[in-house]
């Protein structure tokens, strides 16, 4: 809301949003993009836009089971992350992988992987790639898997996230 020389928000989400307006109005686009990346959220939210990231691996130490997993997915968001193959990383029987994340992570291995590779996805449209691209590397397989994905977990079509970020 703006009165004037005046300007309010309501909530931490909204205060986030109104900082980032105000560095956009005084220093232009790009200086406030750069500081909604150091932040990690978006420099505009698109309305009704959920905010989402992966659950930190920092806090599985580095003698846990869920380290070698975790760190995998990081490296390589594109690579063979079946419940399997990331059982056999972790030197646990699928079962207890599942009880792990589930205790550790909050999640399933396979959401877990999913997030990611949505968040990879976002840092290579971020970067200017195509969806096509972002799709490739991100592990996703297609365009579509992505659009379907990204639609569901953000409630905005990667082309729409792209474009609302000024990316050419």
Do not use: K, N, W
């Not at 690579?79 to 550790?104: I, K, N, Y």
């Amino acid at each position: 809301m703006r009165d004037g020389s005046v300007v309010t928000s309501a909530g931490v989400s909204s205060g986030i949003d109104l900082a980032l307006a105000l560095v956009e109005e005084d220093h232009g686009p790009r200086v406030a993009r750069d500081v909604a990346e150091a932040m990690v959220v978006f420099m505009q939210r698109p309305g009704g836009l959920s905010q989402f990231s992966a659950p930190s691996r920092r806090h599985v130490g580095r003698d846990h089971p869920l380290r070698a997993p975790l760190d995998a997915v990081a490296a390589d968001p594109g690579g063979d992350h079946s419940v399997p193959a990331m059982a056999a990383r972790a030197a646990v029987s699928v079962r207890q992988l599942t009880r792990l994340f589930h205790d550790e992570i909050g999640t399933t291995p396979a959401r877990y992987v999913e997030m990611v590779r949505l968040e990879s996805a976002q840092a290579q449209l971020q970067a200017g790639h195509t969806v096509a691209v972002a799709a490739a590397r991100s592990g996703f397989g297609s365009a579509e898997t992505l659009r379907r994905v990204f639609t569901s977990r953000l409630g905005i079509t990667p082309a729409a996230y792209r474009d609302h970020l000024g990316v050419p």
